[in-house]
C-alpha cells in the first residue's frame, strides 16, 4: 500500500503539470467552444491510456466525455463509473487576474479545487493502473460533463443510463473540509411563484388595486415558515422582482424559490405545501411553476457499505477518510436515487469552492489517486 502511495508521490510533478494544463484551459459553464477544446484534450489521454472515447455533443454546452477502459474485461459486465464535469463558475479571463501558481504546499487557479485537480488526478490513477499492471475487475468507464454547474441540463440522462450498467459510482467532487467524503446531499427544487392583483393609481384611486407586492410579502413570510431546520429543510425566497411605477398599484410580482430537504419523502411534502399556496389578498392570485430538479443522495445503506470500504482502504493506505453531509448538489444525486451505490467527495482536499480563495492541497493528491486505485481493483 505503501508503494502505491509513494508512486503517485514520485509522480507529483507530472500531476501538477496536468493540473496547469487543465486549469489553463477555461472551461466557464456554458461556453460551448472552450469546453470542447478540453473534451478533446482529455479525449486524447483517454486514448493514449486505451480507452474507447465517445464525446457526446451538446451544442449549448459542448462535448460530455465518456471514456471507456475494459482493462481486459468482459465490456458486458458491470461497470465502475466515475464521474466528474469540467465546467467551471468562473468566466473567460479570470485567468489573467488568478493565474495557476504553487505557493505554501498549495495550488491555486480558477476551477482548480471544483474540480480540474481531481480529473487529473483520475487520468493519473488510470495511467498508474496501466504502468503498474494493475487488475480491476471490472471495466471502469470515466464520465466527464460539460453543464454540471448549471444542473445538468443535457448531462443527466447519459449519468442516469451510465449508472443503470453501474456496480459503484465514485464522483470526484471536492470534499467537505478535511478531506470528508460525502455520504449525504440534499435534494433541490426550484419555483417560481406569481402574484397577480389589479393595477391602479398609487395617489387617485388606490382603493381600486390589489396590490401584488404586498400579496407576495405575505407569501415571502409563508414560503419562509416551511423552512424547518430540525429536519434539514430550507426555503429560501432569493429573487423577488414586481410593479412597475412607485405611483402605479403593483399588478404583478415574481419570486424564484429554493428548496432544501434530505430525504425525497420531505421534499414532496415541501413541493406540495409550495404548489398550495393561497392569495391572501382579496382580488389576488397565486400561480406556482417549477419543482424538484434533483433527488437528495440519502445516506442508506448502499451508501454506507460503499464508504466503510472505502475508509478500510484509506486506513490500509495509512490515512483517514472521515465522512459528512452537505446541503449543495452533484450528479450523485441521480446515481445514488437509482440506489447505486455512490461515494461522493472524493476530490483533492482544499478549499473556496466558487470563491477567490479556491485551492487545493498539494499533499493530498498522492492518497486520493491511491484510494481511487484500490476502489477500482477491488469493486
Not at 417549477?290 to 484509506?314: D, F, Q, S, W
Request: proline letters at 5%; aromatic letters at 6%; glycine letters at 12%.
Amino acid at each position: 500500500m505503501a508503494d502505491l502511495i509513494e508512486y503517485f508521490q514520485g509522480r507529483s510533478g507530472e500531476t501538477l503539470e496536468l493540473i496547469r494544463a487543465l486549469v489553463e484551459h477555461e472551461t466557464p459553464s456554458g461556453n460551448p467552444e472552450l469546453a470542447s477544446r478540453l473534451s478533446r484534450f482529455l479525449a486524447d489521454l483517454c486514448q493514449e491510456l486505451g480507452a474507447t472515447v465517445e464525446l457526446i455533443e451538446s451544442p449549448a454546452w459542448g462535448p460530455h466525455l465518456l471514456a471507456r477502459f475494459s482493462f481486459g474485461n468482459s465490456e458486458g459486465a458491470k461497470q465502475i463509473l466515475i464521474i466528474g464535469h469540467i465546467d467551471t463558475v468562473w468566466q473567460e479571463g479570470t485567468l489573467a487576474r488568478k493565474p495557476f501558481r504553487i505557493e505554501d504546499g498549495k495550488g491555486y487557479g480558477p476551477g482548480i479545487f471544483d474540480m480540474k485537480s481531481s480529473v487529473a488526478y483520475a487520468i493519473q490513477a488510470i495511467r498508474a493502473i496501466r504502468e503498474l499492471g494493475r487488475g480491476p475487475r471490472r471495466p471502469v468507464s470515466v464520465l466527464l460533463t460539460t453543464d454540471e454547474e448549471r444542473g445538468s441540463v443535457t448531462s443527466r440522462a447519459i449519468v442516469e443510463a451510465e449508472a443503470s450498467r453501474a456496480v459503484a459510482a465514485l464522483v470526484l467532487e471536492p470534499p467537505l473540509p478535511g478531506g470528508r467524503v460525502k455520504t449525504q446531499r440534499k435534494g433541490v427544487g426550484r419555483f417560481e411563484v406569481f402574484a397577480y392583483g389589479r393595477a391602479a393609481h398609487a395617489g387617485v384611486d388606490p382603493q381600486s388595486g390589489v396590490s401584488a407586492i404586498e400579496e407576495m410579502a405575505y407569501q415571502i413570510l409563508n414560503l419562509h415558515q416551511m423552512t424547518d431546520y430540525r429536519r434539514g429543510t430550507t426555503v429560501n425566497v432569493g429573487v423577488v422582482k414586481g410593479g412597475t411605477l412607485s405611483n402605479v398599484v403593483a399588478a404583478e410580482a415574481r419570486a424564484v424559490v429554493d428548496l432544501r430537504f434530505v430525504t425525497m419523502k420531505d421534499g414532496e411534502e415541501a413541493e406540495e405545501k409550495i404548489r398550495s399556496l393561497q392569495p391572501v389578498l382579496k382580488g389576488a392570485r397565486i400561480e406556482v411553476s417549477g419543482g424538484i430538479n434533483r433527488p437528495p443522495l440519502e445516506r442508506g445503506p448502499h451508501i454506507v457499505a460503499l464508504y466503510e470500504k472505502a475508509r478500510l482502504l484509506a486506513a490500509e493506505l495509512g490515512f483517514d477518510l472521515p465522512e459528512g453531509a452537505t446541503g449543495g448538489w452533484s450528479d450523485g444525486c441521480f446515481t445514488a436515487a437509482m440506489g447505486v451505490p455512490t461515494l461522493d467527495g472524493l476530490g483533492v482536499d482544499g478549499a473556496g469552492a466558487h470563491a477567490e480563495n479556491e485551492h487545493i492541497i498539494i499533499g493530498d493528491i498522492p492518497r486520493r489517486a491511491a484510494l481511487l486505485v484500490r476502489l477500482l481493483e477491488t469493486l
